[in-house]
């Protein structure tokens, strides 16, 4: 009996799974096509000539920079203002395989103050309330 009922079972099943609609879809693709650019051609050794300074007294900011370079030839210099007060001063020059020689010299004398921690520009305090409550009961 048991036999029986399982063969019937199964008849159904195979029976009802040919009726389950079938969902045979591709896989979706996710190829990119390949980009389409290429870096522009040399047309020779670089050259350029660049400089740029920034001063500003609230932050203390004090720095410059300026490079020129023809071909394989760079010279450059650049400076900058120390958190110790002095003023960092670095020439340099870069001609072909010889690499990056520097040149660092220091201006002044560093100065270590005593930390005077500063109240925050952003911070304010609660202004004291102008009314006095009166209690109320109900």
């Keep these: 009996m048991f036999l029986q009922v399982y063969v019937l079972f199964a008849m159904v099943a195979v029976g009802l799974g040919s009726t389950v609609p079938s969902y045979n879809t591709p896989a979706p693709s996710y190829s990119a096509p390949a980009p389409r650019y290429s870096a522009p051609a040399p047309s020779g050794p670089a050259q350029y000539n660049f400089n740029y300074a920034v001063k ?42 010889s690499g990056y020689v520097a040149e660092v010299t220091y201006e002044g004398e560093a100065q270590y103050p005593a930390y005077q921690p500063t109240p925050s520009r952003s911070y304010q305090s609660a202004p004291t309330p102008s009314y006095k409550p009166s209690p109320s009961y109900t």
């Design 56 to 97: 500003d007294d609230y932050s203390g900011n004090d720095y410059n920079h300026q490079e020129n370079r023809s071909g394989y030839d760079t010279q450059g210099a650049y400076y900058v203002l120390l958190p110790d007060g002095r003023v960092q001063r670095v020439a340099y020059t870069v001609n072909g395989d």
